[in-house]
């Protein structure tokens, strides 16, 4: 597998430079044991399609302008991973096939922690686990702010625009200060970081001038290699509950119920309404309930629901703060959900040693952990790819979605598996689509399945946050207004920065000019 348009001598001369520049062993060919991990191990298609040519993997900004200097010499374009690991968006594989993975997970230091100041700096290959450990070995009376798998990069997913469970869930808001190398090599910090000596580098996030660190977020006009983010200080107090619901339709009141308490902050952090089979998959496989090959039917749904004491929907949220505060606010968010008939109200206390509530009472702590992955048990052993758009947090906007995606699943044979997260004032649908990645008519249903929601979403008005590697391009042509202005611009950008086109050809639909017509 070759870079597009680049012969083999000049990429075996390529390869040749980068060992030199780097070391042998930081550079990984296909007939290396390591190249495996550098394909999308979930992929829906099959693992050539998106394959890399080789992985080097740099230790710091001088050996990644090296990198740099030799793929610009050779033409040979990269793509860019911090630790690789958001297996429901593609991995760590190349969005085209050929590209040199460009792998940061051995840049892993932790630069600084700043208790008083509530803030850490960390390289791209920190995952949330190294950070969690570093706090809690000094004794750090800081939290951070874990997505669901603990193997995690801060950076990466920070860069994705993530978002995780505690009152800091939404990971770019978070973020105050960044590094960057541009592709001819140049070093660029952001905002306050351009102040020789800079004082409060990562207090305050803007600086003088145009705002940049947005664009080189879900991005390939840059290279980051450090960035500022907040913690969250530990409360005086944590307190995670449960609310259950019994219909599917009751996702309607939930949301209308979510959004004023979200807004006025009596709900703190990541507002989580999950689906039944997302919390059952944490405890038991489809096959204990059902052997067909179509979506459940609802008599296994209810009947899970019954032995595993959940609802139709499960509400998780936490209180923080002094047991005063947390005891009047607990009673206004109880008076509120008591609205809808059949809620039942569940303290950590009640759902000892239930694994799925456990593993979401730790990520509301900012506990990072892997419980999340057994969901993929749910079809023994299982892949995902994840459709996410982003709606207002309405009742009818929720209810509506969630029977459009549902009933899209079923007709292809697929179980609905999402949960609803709100943020500030927008609220995620993360829809999980698991598939059996050996069988062939398996994948080529669920590509189906994906298809036809990137277009119904489109119809309804809903653009989504991130995508999986192959519907990149397809997710960027929804954004199309006034004649697709915004990715023109986007273009724009990426010729200035990067007029080669190296960096991560083809990532969220941004394509170097040569490859624009392909």
Request: glycine share 8%; charged share 25%.
């Amino acid at each position: 597998m070759l870079p597009e348009g680049v012969m083999q001598a000049d990429f075996d001369n390529a390869i040749g430079e980068l060992r030199d520049a780097l070391s042998p062993n930081a550079v990984i060919v296909q007939d290396d044991a390591r190249y495996t991990s550098y394909t999308d191990a979930y992929t829906p298609r099959q693992l050539e399609d998106n394959a890399p040519s080789a992985a080097v993997a740099p230790l710091d900004i001088d050996q990644i302008q090296r990198v740099l200097a030799i793929a610009r010499k050779w033409k040979i374009p990269l793509w860019t991973v911090s630790t690789g690991r958001n297996f429901g968006y593609g991995g760590p594989a190349p969005r085209k096939a050929g590209c040199i993975v460009l792998d940061l997970k051995r840049m892993n230091r932790i630069i600084e922690v700043n208790e008083k100041h509530a803030y850490a700096v960390v390289e791209p290959g920190v995952t949330y686990q190294d950070l969690y450990r570093y706090l809690q070995e000094r004794d750090l009376k800081l939290w951070p702010d874990p997505a669901a798998p603990a193997w995690g990069g801060v950076l990466g997913n920070l860069a994705d625009r993530g978002v995780g469970y505690t009152p800091y869930g939404e990971h770019f808001t978070a973020q105050c200060g960044m590094q960057v190398v541009l592709a001819d090599g140049t070093v660029v910090d952001t905002a306050m970081g351009t102040v020789p000596q800079a004082r409060t580098k990562h207090l305050y996030k803007y600086g003088h001038g145009p705002w940049v660190d947005g664009i080189f977020t879900q991005s390939n006009f840059g290279i980051i290699t450090q960035i500022g983010i907040w913690l969250m200080p530990e409360p005086p107090g944590y307190r995670p509950y449960l609310i259950t619901f019994p219909e599917e339709d009751d996702i309607h009141p939930i949301t209308e119920i979510i959004r004023p308490l979200k807004i006025s902050m009596l709900i703190p952090n990541a507002a989580t309404t999950v689906g039944l089979i997302w919390e059952a998959a944490a405890k038991v496989t489809k096959a204990q309930y059902f052997d067909g090959q179509s979506a459940m039917p609802e008599s296994a749904r209810r009947k899970i629901a019954q032995d595993l004491e959940i609802g139709s929907w499960n509400f998780y949220g936490a209180l923080y703060g002094p047991e005063p505060i947390m005891d009047n606010n607990w009673k206004v968010i109880e008076e509120s959900f008591r609205q809808v008939k059949g809620a039942r109200f569940y303290s950590a206390a009640d759902r000892a040693g239930d694994a799925a509530f456990d593993y979401r009472a730790k990520l509301m702590r900012g506990i990072p952990n892997m419980t999340e992955f057994g969901l993929l048990n749910w079809l023994g052993p299982g892949s995902h790819i994840d459709f996410s758009p982003i709606s207002p947090v309405t009742g009818d906007g929720a209810l509506r979605q969630f029977h459009v995606m549902r009933d899209l699943c079923h007709r292809f044979g697929f179980d609905y598996i999402g949960e609803f997260l709100v943020g500030w004032r927008d609220m995620h649908h993360v829809l999980m689509l698991v598939f059996d990645r050996n069988d062939e008519d398996h994948k080529r249903q669920v590509r189906e399945l994906f298809t036809a929601l990137v277009e119904e979403a489109a119809r309804e008005g809903y653009g989504e946050y991130r995508t999986h590697l192959d519907y990149m391009d397809a997710i960027a042509a929804t954004y199309d207004w006034n004649d697709r202005a915004l990715y023109r611009a986007h273009e724009a950008i990426k010729d200035a920065l990067d007029p080669d086109g190296i960096l991560s050809p083809g990532k969220q639909g941004i394509w170097p000019g040569r490859s624009r017509s392909t």
